[in-house]
């Protein structure tokens, strides 16, 4: 424990020493092209100068138990001298501007949310505030990342279940059927001035902002243009914020999707807020979804404070990082850990920014013979944020506990080779940066910057395999792996983005085993495959030959995740996948043509699955300490599953490897093929592909017994039992193969630098001698 707190201690004085300033770094476009060398590192104060604000207010607190005991309220600030009730007139809402600055960013860089939130709470009397202290000391509350329950949310009324307060979550979505128990806002059942939606934070909060959206719909337009907020410590009596001495008009929204932000004049120290719409789109209802931005003041004996608290004793780097504040990570890292870290890049971006990836091994920039190689990929969706931040936490957290003597981390670095890809769409990062975790809405900076939508952009390889399959072809003409990516594909001219061209290549250079890519917005494992095989469907039940390797490959993750597997964890949308325990066939959910994890499936020798670590795309940086707990034992625990199933060496009888030799196990339509060496340029990439002189293969299977042959061009086949246990440590299964008499023959006539006789053709020459002869 004393390496571990010493390791922890270094890197977090490396981590405060060389703090990226972030004014400045947020947006560049183009990357400096030396910046693997000339990478600036200053150190930015924590906060600006403060101007003084008027004091936070509170609603008196109704008699009875308790009440006495909270002392005078602070005097009511007085107010502005013009004062106005017009809706024209309330202050200007916050849209996606490239200068907007992020709400509730967390100054606590630790990330440690009991003190984050005790901290900003000790101001909440006598201390003046500025409205850069309220956004950056008081977070969501979290309707959007469900830490308010459904039972905290309150309505006057609505058109139906689906559309009840429970659904006036931020960048909630709706079903398919807008009809059902999943719609995609809050709706009133009145258009009138007497409809609300409230919020009970069950404990005093100190309330500083109202974020608002409109429905999620395809069909209809539905949004709040303007409001009321009143606040109450009884949910009977209510005050409303007021502007001078009226009450104050809130300006809402424009349109359905893009988030806007207003901030009270004053904080409201209450226990309760409801949002009151004045007006509202002319052809539409009273719909809404939103946010509300708060810190909880401290209340040790509050049950639900304590029932809610999430703390880490990791000490890491918990804040958003954009391109640069990355790099510099990074380096960070690999100087703590120089010996088992590398950084490459496996590209450039469309704007271009280097495709960054780190490798951790014992041995970084080779690849070892024996040892199975891992990647996990993020970002894919610029605005899905936390995988990129779950990877850079991941990075550290393996490089702190290998200097610490972890058993468990130093077994897992010293026998695979791990690539951590963080970011493959950077500039949409950029982008979804800029609005900020909640003014960046649902799809700001998803696809790259020419519009592409990566998650999709591979080539389309399962329509060759089931219509090869169809015409009987499989395997004579077209194999069931290592399908080869359609011409057109590769041309200049396909619409195909530069970064979905860097992974490819990536991938076809180093022999991965297994992968995952993080996703978000929803908390499942989706595994292959993901295209439907009948045309006419959109969800369709569509498994691989290794459908039951990759249904426990998912539920190694799902059920170590602290949420996933929870039968009582509300749904984050529309879909609830406990009953395949937190796993989902992909095409069983929706159809996708051209994913990464089929194409890695059909075309590489690496299992892939998608991972979707969270309801909140972009979560706020006071999250990501809890974010962290959920997800760190299920990355580990999926590394580890790499080490499953069978491995080897196929070699020929004078012991050189074979490269290129295929794998098959009886009852399992898909094959693998062993690799080859690979040394990777200390600076950049891979050099060499997968079909040098190795021989060696990793096969995933499940626990059982196998029968597993090795074949190879101008060799004989060979067959064994290869038998699995349920010990983690994957099974050695050697082959070696003999050559065939033709091959033989073939070595010997080239060895004197003759021709194989071609027997057929002998034999017609014998013929028409023997014609001319009788003739």
């Known amino acids: 424990m004393a390496r571990r707190g010493a390791a922890a201690l270094v890197l977090a004085l490396a981590l405060l020493a ?15 092209p030396n910046d693997d060398i000339q990478e600036t590192w200053s150190l930015e104060p924590s906060y600006a100068r403060r101007e003084p604000e008027p004091e936070p207010f509170s609603p008196p607190l109704p008699a009875g138990p308790g009440a006495g005991e909270r002392g005078p309220r602070p005097p009511q600030p007085r107010p502005p001298k013009k004062a106005t009730t017009k809706p024209k007139k309330a202050p200007k809402r916050e849209k996606l501007a490239p200068q907007t600055p992020r709400p509730g960013k967390n100054i606590n860089r630790k990330g440690m949310r009991t003190k984050s939130s005790e901290k900003a709470a000790s101001d909440d009397h006598g201390v003046p505030l500025a409205r850069d202290a309220v956004r950056e000391g008081c977070p969501p509350l979290g309707l959007e990342t469900l830490k308010i329950t459904d039972f905290q949310l309150h309505a006057s009324t609505s058109k139906r279940y689906g559309l009840g307060a429970h659904r006036g979550r931020l960048n909630i979505q709706a079903g398919i059927n807008e009809n059902d128990f999943y719609d995609g806002a809050w709706c009133a059942g009145r258009n009138d001035l007497h409809q609300w939606i409230e919020v009970d934070a069950r404990r005093l909060t100190k309330f500083t902002g ?38 104050m008009i809130f300006e809402g929204n424009s349109e359905k999707e893009i988030p806007v932000l207003n901030e ?14 004045q007006s509202w789109f002319d052809n539409g209802s009273i719909c809404m979804r939103m946010e509300i931005l708060g810190c909880p003041l401290p209340d040790p004996n509050n049950y639900y404070h304590r029932r809610n608290e999430m703390t880490t004793t990791d000490d890491l780097d918990f804040k958003h990082h954009n391109h640069k504040e990355m790099r510099q990570l990074m380096k960070v890292v690999n100087e703590m850990c120089p010996n088992i870290t590398r950084i490459y890049n496996i590209g450039k971006s469309h704007q271009g920014l280097k495709l960054y990836a780190v490798e951790i091994s014992d041995h970084p920039g080779e690849h070892e013979v024996g040892e199975p190689e891992f990647h996990y990929i993020a970002g894919a969706h610029g605005n899905e944020v936390l995988g990129r ?14 200097l610490a003597g972890n058993l468990r981390i130093v077994r897992l670095v010293e026998e695979t080779r791990i690539h951590i890809l963080p970011s493959l769409n950077p500039d949409g990062y950029e982008k979804a940066y800029e609005g900020g975790s909640e003014l960046g809405g649902w799809s700001l900076g998803r696809w790259t910057h020419d519009g592409i939508d990566i998650n999709n952009n591979f080539p389309d390889l399962n329509t060759l395999l089931w219509e090869a399959e169809d015409r009987q072809n499989i395997p004579r003409k077209v194999p069931n792996h290592y399908i080869a990516i359609p011409e057109w594909f590769l041309s200049e001219n396909a619409t195909v983005a530069v970064e979905t061209r860097a992974v490819i290549a990536w991938m076809e250079k180093i022999p991965f085993v297994l992968g995952g890519n993080l996703q978000g917005g929803e908390l499942v494992v989706a595994y292959p495959y993901d295209m439907v095989r009948s045309l006419w469907k959109t969800q369709e039940h569509t498994p691989t030959p290794d459908d039951h390797v990759f249904r426990w490959l998912a539920y190694s993750y799902a059920s170590t995740h602290r949420l996933m597997t929870d039968a009582r964890r509300r749904v984050c949308h529309t879909e609830d996948f406990q009953k ?10 929706h159809t996708v043509a051209g994913s990464l994890n089929d194409f890695s499936y059909l075309h590489t020798n690496c299992f892939e699955l998608s991972i979707y670590v969270g309801c909140d795309k972009y979560p706020h940086e006071s999250e990501l300490p809890e974010e962290w707990e959920n997800n760190r034992e299920s990355l580990i625990v999926f590394m580890e599953q790499v080490h499953r ?27 693998i093929r062993t690799g080859g060496s690979q040394m990777l340029r200390e600076a950049g990439g891979p050099t060499e592909g ?20 090795a074949k190879a061009e101008g060799f004989t086949s060979s067959t064994k039992n290869c038998m699995v246990g349920y010990d983690m440590g994957a099974t050695q299964c050697d082959f070696t193969l003999s050559k065939t008499n ?10 004197f630098r003759k021709q194989p006789v071609s027997l057929p053709a002998r034999r017609l020459k014998l013929q028409g001698r023997k014609r001319r002869q009788r003739g």
Not at 212 to 219: D, H, Y
Not at 232 to 239: C, I
Not at 742 to 751: G, H, P
Request: hydrophobic share 40%; charged share 20%; with cysteine.
């Open 742 to 751: 033709l091959a033989r023959i073939r070595e010997i006539m080239e060895k």
């Open 264 to 277: 009270l004049p004053v904080p409201m120290v209450a226990r309760y807020i409801r949002i009151n719409p």
């Open 690 to 709: 997968s079909g040098a002189s190795d021989g060696d293969y990793w096969r995933l299977l499940n626990p059982g017994e196998y029968v597993v042959t």
């Open 389 to 402: 931040e779950l990877m850079l936490l991941l990075m550290q957290f393996l490089c702190q506990e290998y």
């Open 580 to 589: 395949e325990d937190g796993t989902v066939n992909g095409a069983s959910w």
């Open 645 to 671: 199933g069978i491995k080897g060496l196929v070699r020929d009888s004078h012991g050189k490897g074979i490269p290129n030799a295929v794998i098959s196990v009886e009852g399992v339509n898909h094959d």
């Open 210 to 247: 109202v974020i608002t959206q409109g429905r999620n719909s395809l069909w209809l337009s539905d949004w709040v243009t303007s409001y009321k907020v009143m606040v109450s410590n009884d949910s009977h009596t209510w005050v409303t914020v007021k502007n001078g001495s009226g009450d």
């Open 18 to 32: 060389v703090a990226p300033a972030r004014v400045g770094a947020r947006g560049a476009a183009v990357e400096d």
